[in-house]
């Protein structure tokens, strides 16, 4: 009982690591500090963590090696547990469909029902939710440049919008409730115009209590086609992953957080992983195919480090359009709502795991280990596949219209910073044994966390409790306080710190809506290849320069792309002026 520490350190990052001494004479002395709240009344525990609707909490999942805080035995979330459909036969609800590609040219309208759907996971019935029944919803599919009308009616039990994320669109149609419009009710419709200049894969989600509606199933992609045919380089086909996980019991889907997130310190990190809401996907493929995925991270809050087995990996573009030159990589590192496109040639006959493959944290033993999971199966028969295809792919192709169109923002990569923002995180009534463990866990500090390791004090501490922060360097202004102003054609830098010292540091993929933005330099070092993004990861202990083309007018939002640290106040919004028609 109680914590143990002093496991060798097997991994040092950063040397923000302790040596296995310091580590267990701290462990030790966190032993001592908790043991008081041993002591405390068992009421007094119920008393600190209320009682929402009895007996709805269930216990959430743990590893058998994270031991449970004293103190904490028993303790549920401040909120009330949220299920969608309570009440309701699952069996009664239609079965979600996969996900279906609608093809759609300029001015063509597509209607979308956001309605309950029935879902098996994990061998249990669940009730969730699907854009017109899919499950991702619809592969939208457009030339660049066209409009789309998008006719959206909620049908489910929540309000609800549709983000179009990365698509640099009319500023009214952005679906930011209460920012571009109000959030749309149950019964209600909301009609999209949906502007697409930029080739690419894009997605959509809702913007009103991410960690719950997009964790059921609300997401989908948008693919942007290029008129160029050549756009890519030769592929045998083309493979759309959508990379997601939720978080399962015997009983099915645990309960969310009702009038704010639970996991709002790191986020929900699900232990069922799902390509394409599938968590048994395959493929087969021919020796020497090459593969083009279209990778996007749909989840809450864990970031995939997506690897391919043994074959040879090309990444060729990301959010918002192609890198300068293409690169043979060794893995994907994609954040929540990050999209990469990779080529993948398979040369070895056989099975082949396409694997989230990372190098997990035990806090409590402070020690890293080796942790893999197969998202999708593939098989490679022995009949080869078309040479001239396989062939091309040793080509690292470089792309020089993106480089030309980069030129322009040459001279501004050299500038000061115009403006300076800082992360950090502020807890309040947590329940002092999870106080007294995070204190000293920040000793112990990953650039990344790839999982959940301290799921029990995770999901205690919710958005009530935990008030994720971005605050402006210059003027101290957190958050919502901060408010930017800027013009049509403004070209803006923007530093961001993720400090280390904070109470629970974390890394954060950052998304600006309307716009694009380079990653110009991590730590200081220039990066080489080029891409437009509109969401980065700014791992923990690092300085992140962006550059910003201000491009789209209206009044946008910048937050981290955890869900759970959205809807604990990690967001602010800024202002473009001119151009409006
Ligand atoms: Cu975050």
């Known amino acids: 009982m109680g914590v143990r520490g002093g496991g060798p350190t097997r991994m040092r990052w950063r040397g923000a690591a302790p040596t296995p001494m310091r580590w267990r004479v701290l462990a030790s002395s966190l032993a001592i500090a908790l043991a008081p709240s041993l002591a405390a009344p068992l009421s007094a525990q119920h008393e600190m963590h209320g009682a929402p609707s009895a007996g709805a909490w269930r216990m959430i999942p743990m590893d058998a090696t994270m031991p449970m805080l004293p103190g904490l035995e028993g303790a549920v979330p401040v909120v009330a547990p949220f299920l969608p459909g309570q009440g309701m036969d699952a069996a009664m609800l239609p079965e979600a469909r996969p996900s279906e590609i609608v093809v759609m040219a300029d001015g063509d309208t597509l209607d979308i029902a956001v309605s309950m759907v029935r879902r098996t996971i994990g061998g249990h019935q669940s009730v969730m939710f699907g854009y017109n029944g899919q499950y991702p919803g619809p592969l939208i599919q457009a030339p660049k440049d066209a409009t789309l009308i998008v006719r959206v009616r909620n049908e489910i039990e929540m309000p609800t919008t549709v983000h179009w994320h990365g698509v640099r669109l009319d500023n009214r149609f952005d679906g930011v409730a209460g920012v571009t419009q109000d959030a749309i009710g149950q019964g209600e419709s909301f009609t999209y115009e949906v502007h697409v200049p930029d080739a690419g894969m894009f997605w959509y989600h809702p913007h009103v209590r991410e960690d719950v509606q997009q964790d059921l199933g609300l997401f989908g992609n948008l693919l942007v086609t290029s008129p160029d045919p050549d756009h890519y380089g030769p592929s045998h086909r083309e493979e759309v992953f959508v990379l997601d996980d939720v978080l399962v019991d015997e009983q099915g889907l645990l309960p969310w957080g009702e009038s704010a997130p639970t996991h709002a310190l790191m986020g929900r990190f699900g232990n069922v992983m799902m390509v394409n809401g599938e968590t048994d996907h395959r493929l087969t493929v021919d020796r020497g195919e090459v593969v083009r995925f279209f990778l996007t991270n749909v989840a809450n809050a864990r970031t995939f480090n997506v690897t391919f087995g043994g074959a040879r990996v090309k990444v060729v573009a990301s959010d918002v359009g192609r890198f300068e030159r293409e690169q043979w990589i060794e893995s994907v590192v994609i954040a929540p709502a990050e999209r990469y496109v990779v080529d993948v040639r398979f040369d070895e006959p056989g099975e082949v795991a396409i694997a989230n493959t990372i190098q997990a944290i035990n806090h409590f033993r402070g020690e890293f280990y080796p942790h893999v999971d197969t998202l999708s199966l593939v098989t490679v028969t022995d009949r080869p596949a078309e040479q001239a295809i396989g062939t091309a792919f040793e080509t690292l192709r470089e792309h020089a219209e993106v480089t030309d169109e980069i030129e322009r923002f040459r001279p501004f990569f050299g500038r000061e910073p115009d403006h300076e923002l800082e992360t950090t995180v502020r807890v309040r009534n947590l329940p002092q044994s999870i106080v007294l463990s995070m204190e000293a866990d920040t000793l112990y500090v990953p650039p990344m966390e790839w999982n959940d390791a301290m799921p029990m004090m995770n999901w205690l501490s919710t958005g009530e409790q935990v008030t994720w922060i971005l605050r402006d360097r210059r003027t101290g202004a957190e958050n919502e306080e901060i408010d930017w102003r800027f013009d049509v054609g403004d070209v ?35 990066n080489e290849n080029l891409v437009w993004k509109d969401t980065a990861i700014v791992p923990v202990g690092s300085t992140v320069d962006l550059l910003v083309e201000m491009s789209n007018p209206g009044r946008w939002m910048m937050h981290c792309h955890i869900a759970e640290h959205l809807h604990a106040g990690m967001m602010f919004g800024f202002t473009v002026d001119g151009g409006t028609p």
Request: glycine share 6%; proline share 9%; aromatic share 6%.
């Open 492 to 526: 803006v830098k923007i530093r961001i710190h993720n400090t280390p010292d904070s109470f629970h540091p974390m890394n954060h993929p950052m998304h600006i809506h309307g716009q694009r933005f380079l990653v110009l330099t991590m730590d200081g070092v220039e």
